[in-house]
């Protein structure tokens, strides 16, 4: 079993940035492929991005240029940096490691951006 943990969240004006960071109870990231996904409220979870096992990263058209995933393998953290947030980014957030045979979330954590 893995646990995720997520952090980072807050409040934050239009234009500002947040980064989020996943941390992992043990060293998934070799074997997972760890995505970022985000839900806002009376919508479908939907992904933000992903990273892969060997570091190829993949973005929503809508956050590709201002949001950036990118790994520390020491620390079996996941980070998500959030640039340019807009109102429409308001949502929590989820950290996921997916394998052919396991996926694991986090339990996420609020982002708010005001107008």
């Known amino acids: 079993q893995v646990q995720l943990v997520e952090s980072g969240g807050g409040l934050v004006q239009a234009g500002g940035s947040l980064r989020l960071s996943c941390v992992a109870s043990?060293?998934?990231?070799?074997?997972?492929?760890m995505g970022w996904y985000r839900q806002a409220p009376g919508k479908q979870r939907e992904l933000v991005g992903t990273i892969t096992s060997s570091g190829t990263t993949n973005y929503a058209d809508s956050v590709r240029g201002r949001f950036t995933i990118s790994r520390d393998t020491a620390k079996n953290t996941v980070y998500l940096q959030m640039n340019s947030l807009k109102p429409e980014d308001t949502a929590v957030y989820y950290c996921n490691g997916h394998s052919q045979w396991y996926d694991y979330w986090g339990q996420g954590t609020q982002v708010t951006v005001s107008s």
């Open positions: 043990r060293d998934i990231f070799s074997s997972m492929r």
